[in-house]
């Protein structure tokens, strides 16, 4: 579950409308507090799936051979994510609707390994992944 957390008010889940069996994993939100990535069975596999932060628009798969732990660069203009022993990256192109190019590897590693689950957001909001 992803909570928005506001300087005042109370937290409100991000929710999401898919079927009762999909799983959803590592959320982490964009630098710019429009996006969230996340890992989901929703198509299958194991993918990396994108979808606004506010509202309930249909979310965008990113990865097409499959992908896990999705992480944003610092500023919000690449999605990188793990697949297997590799890293991926796809360039994100800033603009109201989501638009990326096809995602490329960067590097094979077998250096791997868990990624913390706290993201903050930008300006007064924060963002905590739970």
């Given amino acids: 579950m992803i909570l928005r957390l506001e300087p005042r008010g109370t937290p409100q889940p991000l929710t999401v409308s898919l079927p009762a069996d999909t799983q959803e994993s590592s959320p982490v939100v964009s630098p710019d507090g429009r996006w969230v990535a ?17 509202g309930d628009s249909e979310s965008i798969r990113v990865s097409p051979t499959g992908g896990t732990n999705p992480r944003w660069s610092r500023d919000g203009r690449e999605l990188l994510y793990e697949r297997g022993r590799e890293i991926w990256t796809a360039t994100v192109v800033p603009d109201d609707t989501f638009r990326y190019s096809a995602p490329q590897m960067l590097l094979a590693t077998d250096l791997l390994g868990p990624a913390g689950r706290t993201v903050t957001g930008g ?7 739970i």
């Fill in 38 to 54: 996340y890992g989901s069975d929703q198509s299958g596999g194991r993918q990396v799936h994108v979808r606004p932060l506010a």
């Fill in 123 to 129: 300006g007064t909001d924060r963002f905590v992944t």
